[in-house]
Protein backbone atom coordinates (compact mmCIF):
# COMPACT_ATOMS: atom_id res chain seq x y z
CA UNK A 1 0.00 0.00 0.00
CA UNK A 2 1.32 3.53 -0.97
CA UNK A 3 2.39 5.33 1.99
CA UNK A 4 -0.12 8.24 1.42
CA UNK A 5 -2.71 5.42 2.05
CA UNK A 6 -1.67 4.08 4.56
CA UNK A 7 -1.33 7.07 6.29
CA UNK A 8 -4.91 7.63 5.48
CA UNK A 9 -5.81 4.76 6.45
CA UNK A 10 -5.50 5.07 10.18
CA UNK A 11 -8.71 4.46 12.10
CA UNK A 12 -8.52 7.92 13.78
CA UNK A 13 -7.80 9.77 10.61
CA UNK A 14 -4.22 10.90 8.79
CA UNK A 15 -1.80 13.75 10.68
CA UNK A 16 -0.42 15.25 7.20
CA UNK A 17 2.73 16.64 8.27
CA UNK A 18 3.92 16.11 4.55
CA UNK A 19 3.27 19.98 3.11
CA UNK A 20 4.42 23.10 5.23
CA UNK A 21 0.93 24.85 4.15
CA UNK A 22 -0.27 27.50 6.55
CA UNK A 23 -3.68 26.39 8.21
CA UNK A 24 -4.26 29.35 10.56
CA UNK A 25 -6.30 32.22 10.02
CA UNK A 26 -4.96 35.15 7.29
CA UNK A 27 -4.63 38.03 9.72
CA UNK A 28 -7.37 40.46 10.17
CA UNK A 29 -5.24 43.49 9.03
CA UNK A 30 -4.71 41.65 5.96
CA UNK A 31 -8.27 40.78 5.38
CA UNK A 32 -9.28 44.60 5.80
CA UNK A 33 -6.78 45.89 3.46
CA UNK A 34 -7.67 43.51 0.60
CA UNK A 35 -10.95 44.14 0.93
CA UNK A 36 -10.50 47.83 1.01
CA UNK A 37 -9.13 47.75 -2.31
CA UNK A 38 -11.47 45.14 -3.92
CA UNK A 39 -12.26 47.90 -6.79
CA UNK A 40 -9.63 47.47 -8.97
CA UNK A 41 -11.52 47.84 -12.16
CA UNK A 42 -7.81 48.65 -14.01
CA UNK A 43 -4.69 46.58 -14.58
CA UNK A 44 -1.92 46.42 -12.05
CA UNK A 45 1.94 47.42 -13.07
CA UNK A 46 4.46 44.51 -12.87
CA UNK A 47 6.72 47.29 -11.24
CA UNK A 48 4.46 46.98 -8.59
CA UNK A 49 2.45 50.25 -6.10
CA UNK A 50 5.17 52.32 -4.48
CA UNK A 51 3.45 52.18 -1.25
CA UNK A 52 4.23 47.93 -1.61
CA UNK A 53 8.14 48.30 -2.62
CA UNK A 54 8.33 50.75 -0.16
CA UNK A 55 6.70 48.49 2.51
CA UNK A 56 9.09 45.50 1.67
CA UNK A 57 12.26 47.85 1.97
CA UNK A 58 11.00 49.37 4.89
CA UNK A 59 10.41 45.78 6.40
CA UNK A 60 13.72 44.61 5.37
CA UNK A 61 15.44 47.41 7.19
CA UNK A 62 13.19 47.22 10.31
CA UNK A 63 13.26 43.66 10.77
CA UNK A 64 16.80 42.08 9.84
CA UNK A 65 18.94 45.51 9.57
CA UNK A 66 19.62 45.74 5.41
CA UNK A 67 20.95 49.23 4.16
CA UNK A 68 21.62 50.40 0.72
CA UNK A 69 18.59 49.47 -1.39
CA UNK A 70 15.41 51.32 -2.29
CA UNK A 71 11.83 51.05 -3.63
CA UNK A 72 13.54 50.20 -7.15
CA UNK A 73 15.22 47.90 -5.55
CA UNK A 74 12.05 45.77 -5.43
CA UNK A 75 10.06 43.82 -7.29
CA UNK A 76 6.28 42.15 -6.29
CA UNK A 77 6.11 38.50 -7.23
CA UNK A 78 3.15 36.19 -7.82
CA UNK A 79 4.79 33.91 -5.42
CA UNK A 80 7.78 32.68 -4.56
CA UNK A 81 8.00 29.66 -6.29
CA UNK A 82 7.07 31.14 -9.95
CA UNK A 83 9.92 33.76 -9.65
CA UNK A 84 12.06 30.77 -8.40
CA UNK A 85 11.13 27.84 -11.22
CA UNK A 86 10.96 30.85 -13.87
CA UNK A 87 14.47 33.08 -12.85
CA UNK A 88 16.99 31.33 -14.81
CA UNK A 89 14.51 31.56 -18.04
CA UNK A 90 13.68 35.33 -17.11
CA UNK A 91 17.18 36.20 -16.76
CA UNK A 92 18.49 34.50 -20.18
CA UNK A 93 20.56 31.86 -18.61
CA UNK A 94 20.47 29.18 -21.22
CA UNK A 95 21.89 25.58 -22.52
CA UNK A 96 24.99 24.91 -21.55
CA UNK A 97 25.00 27.30 -18.64
CA UNK A 98 26.15 26.10 -14.91
CA UNK A 99 23.34 27.09 -11.85
CA UNK A 100 24.78 26.22 -8.22
CA UNK A 101 22.36 24.97 -5.59
CA UNK A 102 22.62 23.75 -1.88
CA UNK A 103 22.95 20.05 -1.75
CA UNK A 104 20.16 19.87 -0.11
CA UNK A 105 17.23 21.59 -2.19
CA UNK A 106 13.91 22.67 -3.11
CA UNK A 107 13.44 20.94 -6.31
CA UNK A 108 12.23 24.05 -7.76
CA UNK A 109 15.71 25.37 -8.55
CA UNK A 110 16.56 21.77 -10.57
CA UNK A 111 13.30 22.48 -12.56
CA UNK A 112 14.33 26.46 -13.04
CA UNK A 113 17.54 25.04 -14.59
CA UNK A 114 16.13 22.08 -16.51
CA UNK A 115 13.76 24.54 -17.92
CA UNK A 116 16.58 26.69 -19.80
CA UNK A 117 18.92 23.49 -20.74
CA UNK A 118 21.21 24.39 -17.72
CA UNK A 119 23.74 22.02 -16.43
CA UNK A 120 23.14 21.56 -12.22
CA UNK A 121 25.91 21.54 -9.68
CA UNK A 122 24.65 20.81 -5.81
CA UNK A 123 27.66 22.09 -3.81
CA UNK A 124 27.46 23.71 -0.58
CA UNK A 125 31.28 24.40 -0.77
CA UNK A 126 32.50 26.75 -2.79
CA UNK A 127 35.62 24.61 -3.33
CA UNK A 128 33.33 21.64 -4.39
CA UNK A 129 32.65 24.43 -7.59
CA UNK A 130 35.90 24.11 -8.74
CA UNK A 131 37.48 26.49 -11.52
CA UNK A 132 34.25 27.11 -13.60
CA UNK A 133 32.26 29.75 -12.86
CA UNK A 134 28.48 29.65 -12.56
CA UNK A 135 25.98 31.89 -14.34
CA UNK A 136 23.86 31.43 -11.43
CA UNK A 137 24.55 30.23 -7.31
CA UNK A 138 21.64 29.91 -5.44
CA UNK A 139 21.34 30.04 -1.67
CA UNK A 140 18.47 28.95 1.16
CA UNK A 141 18.83 29.97 4.41
CA UNK A 142 16.78 28.65 6.42
CA UNK A 143 17.24 26.04 4.45
CA UNK A 144 14.05 23.95 3.30
CA UNK A 145 14.42 21.25 4.47
CA UNK A 146 16.63 20.60 6.59
CA UNK A 147 16.05 24.54 8.48
CA UNK A 148 20.08 24.92 8.56
CA UNK A 149 20.51 28.94 9.19
CA UNK A 150 24.43 29.48 7.27
CA UNK A 151 26.44 32.01 8.85
CA UNK A 152 27.51 35.34 8.72
CA UNK A 153 30.88 34.48 7.89
CA UNK A 154 30.00 32.16 5.15
CA UNK A 155 27.31 34.27 3.27
CA UNK A 156 30.09 37.00 3.35
CA UNK A 157 32.64 34.65 1.66
CA UNK A 158 30.15 33.14 -0.58
CA UNK A 159 29.11 37.14 -1.89
CA UNK A 160 33.06 38.25 -2.05
CA UNK A 161 33.58 34.82 -4.15
CA UNK A 162 30.75 35.80 -6.61
CA UNK A 163 31.78 39.28 -7.26
CA UNK A 164 35.38 38.30 -8.22
CA UNK A 165 33.85 36.09 -10.59
CA UNK A 166 30.83 38.22 -11.90
CA UNK A 167 28.52 35.53 -10.70
CA UNK A 168 24.88 36.32 -9.43
CA UNK A 169 23.92 35.04 -5.87
CA UNK A 170 20.09 34.49 -5.25
CA UNK A 171 19.31 33.80 -1.67
CA UNK A 172 16.21 32.40 -1.10
CA UNK A 173 15.15 33.95 2.18
CA UNK A 174 11.47 32.86 2.72
CA UNK A 175 11.83 31.35 6.03
CA UNK A 176 13.68 34.46 7.41
CA UNK A 177 11.10 34.88 9.93
CA UNK A 178 10.53 31.73 11.07
CA UNK A 179 13.75 31.72 13.50
CA UNK A 180 14.10 29.34 17.05
CA UNK A 181 17.42 29.93 18.00
CA UNK A 182 18.20 32.86 19.91
CA UNK A 183 21.72 32.07 19.23
CA UNK A 184 22.10 31.62 14.75
CA UNK A 185 19.11 33.86 13.51
CA UNK A 186 19.26 33.73 9.73
CA UNK A 187 20.70 36.71 8.47
CA UNK A 188 19.70 38.12 5.04
CA UNK A 189 22.28 38.24 2.03
CA UNK A 190 21.79 41.91 2.23
CA UNK A 191 22.61 42.81 5.33
CA UNK A 192 25.72 44.92 5.35
CA UNK A 193 27.63 42.47 7.10
CA UNK A 194 27.52 40.40 4.11
CA UNK A 195 27.52 42.88 1.85
CA UNK A 196 28.91 45.70 2.63
CA UNK A 197 25.50 47.75 1.94
CA UNK A 198 26.05 47.52 -1.26
CA UNK A 199 23.21 44.73 -3.64
CA UNK A 200 24.62 44.83 -6.60
CA UNK A 201 25.42 41.42 -7.61
CA UNK A 202 22.63 40.11 -5.04
CA UNK A 203 19.02 39.43 -5.32
CA UNK A 204 16.93 37.98 -2.19
CA UNK A 205 13.37 35.91 -2.59
CA UNK A 206 10.78 36.60 0.00
CA UNK A 207 7.43 35.25 1.12
CA UNK A 208 4.13 36.03 3.04
CA UNK A 209 3.09 32.73 2.36
CA UNK A 210 4.18 31.34 6.27
CA UNK A 211 5.10 34.54 7.86
CA UNK A 212 1.12 35.98 7.52
CA UNK A 213 -0.86 32.45 6.59
CA UNK A 214 -0.93 34.35 3.04
CA UNK A 215 0.31 30.89 0.57
CA UNK A 216 -3.42 31.18 -0.71
CA UNK A 217 -2.68 35.49 -1.74
CA UNK A 218 0.18 34.47 -3.47
CA UNK A 219 2.28 37.46 -2.41
CA UNK A 220 6.11 37.61 -2.94
CA UNK A 221 8.79 40.09 -4.03
CA UNK A 222 12.82 39.83 -5.19
CA UNK A 223 14.96 42.79 -3.95
CA UNK A 224 18.40 43.06 -4.17
CA UNK A 225 20.56 44.63 -7.58
CA UNK A 226 18.52 47.19 -8.93
CA UNK A 227 20.12 46.69 -12.79
CA UNK A 228 18.43 42.88 -12.21
CA UNK A 229 15.73 43.76 -10.81
CA UNK A 230 15.16 45.97 -13.91
CA UNK A 231 16.08 43.33 -16.21
CA UNK A 232 13.40 41.23 -14.61
CA UNK A 233 10.76 43.90 -14.88
CA UNK A 234 11.87 44.57 -18.89
CA UNK A 235 11.17 40.61 -19.55
CA UNK A 236 7.91 40.16 -16.54
CA UNK A 237 6.10 43.52 -18.24
CA UNK A 238 6.22 41.69 -22.04
CA UNK A 239 4.54 38.39 -19.80
CA UNK A 240 1.83 39.60 -18.07
CA UNK A 241 3.46 38.65 -14.86
CA UNK A 242 1.72 41.12 -12.43
CA UNK A 243 0.53 41.18 -8.90
CA UNK A 244 -3.10 41.58 -8.88
CA UNK A 245 -3.69 45.34 -6.75
CA UNK A 246 -5.48 44.23 -4.04
CA UNK A 247 -2.93 42.04 -3.23
CA UNK A 248 -0.24 44.27 -3.62
CA UNK A 249 -2.34 46.66 -1.02
CA UNK A 250 -2.58 43.44 1.47
CA UNK A 251 0.82 42.87 1.24
CA UNK A 252 2.03 46.11 1.80
CA UNK A 253 -0.20 45.63 5.05
CA UNK A 254 0.46 42.70 6.01
CA UNK A 255 4.65 43.86 5.91
CA UNK A 256 3.67 47.34 8.05
CA UNK A 257 2.32 44.81 11.16
CA UNK A 258 4.47 43.26 13.00
CA UNK A 259 2.18 41.98 15.61
CA UNK A 260 0.31 39.09 13.70
CA UNK A 261 3.61 37.71 13.16
CA UNK A 262 4.53 37.60 16.58
CA UNK A 263 1.18 35.91 17.17
CA UNK A 264 2.17 33.57 14.42
CA UNK A 265 5.44 33.07 15.68
CA UNK A 266 4.12 31.49 19.35
CA UNK A 267 1.82 29.07 17.59
CA UNK A 268 4.38 27.64 15.37
CA UNK A 269 7.07 27.54 18.60
CA UNK A 270 4.65 25.38 20.73
CA UNK A 271 3.88 22.77 17.99
CA UNK A 272 7.19 22.45 17.02
CA UNK A 273 8.05 22.13 20.52
CA UNK A 274 5.29 19.21 20.95
CA UNK A 275 6.71 17.58 18.35
CA UNK A 276 10.44 17.79 18.52
CA UNK A 277 9.58 16.17 22.18
CA UNK A 278 7.72 13.48 20.80
CA UNK A 279 9.98 12.30 18.26
CA UNK A 280 12.81 12.33 20.53
CA UNK A 281 10.66 10.71 22.79
CA UNK A 282 10.10 8.10 19.68
CA UNK A 283 14.05 7.92 19.26
CA UNK A 284 14.52 10.13 16.61
CA UNK A 285 17.26 12.57 16.42
CA UNK A 286 16.81 16.16 15.00
CA UNK A 287 19.45 17.89 13.33
CA UNK A 288 19.26 21.11 12.17
CA UNK A 289 16.05 22.72 12.16
CA UNK A 290 16.83 25.77 14.21
CA UNK A 291 14.88 27.96 11.94
CA UNK A 292 12.09 26.96 9.02
CA UNK A 293 8.61 25.45 9.69
CA UNK A 294 10.24 21.80 9.87
CA UNK A 295 11.80 19.39 11.75
CA UNK A 296 14.72 17.63 9.86
CA UNK A 297 14.51 14.00 11.69
CA UNK A 298 16.27 10.74 11.62
CA UNK A 299 16.10 6.92 12.83
CA UNK A 300 19.34 6.50 11.29
CA UNK A 301 18.00 4.63 8.58
CA UNK A 302 16.95 4.71 4.80
CA UNK A 303 14.15 7.37 4.63
CA UNK A 304 11.72 5.45 2.93
CA UNK A 305 11.83 3.02 6.09
CA UNK A 306 11.03 6.17 8.36
CA UNK A 307 8.33 7.16 6.09
CA UNK A 308 6.57 3.70 6.17
CA UNK A 309 7.09 3.53 9.91
CA UNK A 310 5.36 6.77 10.77
CA UNK A 311 2.58 6.12 7.87
CA UNK A 312 1.98 2.83 9.94
CA UNK A 313 1.14 5.28 12.59
CA UNK A 314 -1.09 7.71 10.50
CA UNK A 315 1.94 10.27 10.12
CA UNK A 316 2.68 11.56 6.80
CA UNK A 317 6.20 13.27 6.24
CA UNK A 318 8.32 13.93 3.45
CA UNK A 319 11.05 11.49 2.82
CA UNK A 320 14.80 13.42 2.45
CA UNK A 321 15.31 11.88 -0.54
CA UNK A 322 13.01 14.33 -2.46
CA UNK A 323 15.33 17.30 -1.82
CA UNK A 324 18.41 15.25 -2.78
CA UNK A 325 21.19 12.26 -2.29
CA UNK A 326 22.41 14.31 1.14
CA UNK A 327 18.64 13.76 2.48
CA UNK A 328 18.79 10.00 2.12
CA UNK A 329 18.35 9.28 5.94
CA UNK A 330 16.08 11.55 7.21
CA UNK A 331 12.59 12.75 6.89
CA UNK A 332 11.26 16.48 6.85
CA UNK A 333 8.38 17.14 9.54
CA UNK A 334 6.31 20.01 8.94
CA UNK A 335 4.86 21.94 12.04
CA UNK A 336 1.73 23.99 10.43
CA UNK A 337 -0.79 21.23 11.32
CA UNK A 338 -3.26 22.35 13.66
CA UNK A 339 -3.01 22.00 17.38
CA UNK A 340 -5.30 19.03 17.84
CA UNK A 341 -3.39 17.24 14.61
CA UNK A 342 -0.10 18.10 16.36
CA UNK A 343 -1.23 16.58 19.46
CA UNK A 344 -2.43 13.87 18.11
CA UNK A 345 0.88 12.56 16.66
CA UNK A 346 2.45 13.28 19.64
CA UNK A 347 0.41 10.75 21.11
CA UNK A 348 0.72 8.25 18.28
CA UNK A 349 4.67 8.70 19.02
CA UNK A 350 4.34 8.42 22.31
CA UNK A 351 2.29 4.80 22.20
CA UNK A 352 4.96 3.63 19.87
CA UNK A 353 7.42 3.60 22.66
Known amino acids: MPYGERARAHPDGVVDL ?46 FGVTGIDAECVLPTVGSKELIGALPLHLGVGAGDLIVYP ?6 YAVGAALVGARTLAADS ?16 PSNPSGKVLPVAHLRKVVEWARERGVLVVSDECYLECAWDADNPPISALHP ?21 LAGYRCA ?29 AMAAALEDDDHVAEQHARY ?18 DHSEASLYLWATRGEDCWATVDWLAERGILVAPGAFYGSAGQRHVRVAFTATDER ?8 ADSR
Open 18 to 63: SIGTPVDPTPEVVREALAGAADAPGYPTTTGLSLTRQAAVDWLGRR
Open 103 to 108: ELAYPT
Open 126 to 141: LTAIGPEKPTLLWLNS
Open 193 to 213: DVCGGDPTGILTVHSLSKRSN
Open 221 to 249: FVAGDPAVVNELLAVRKNLGLMLPYPQQV
Open 269 to 286: AARRATLRAALEGAGFTI
Open 342 to 349: VETAAARL
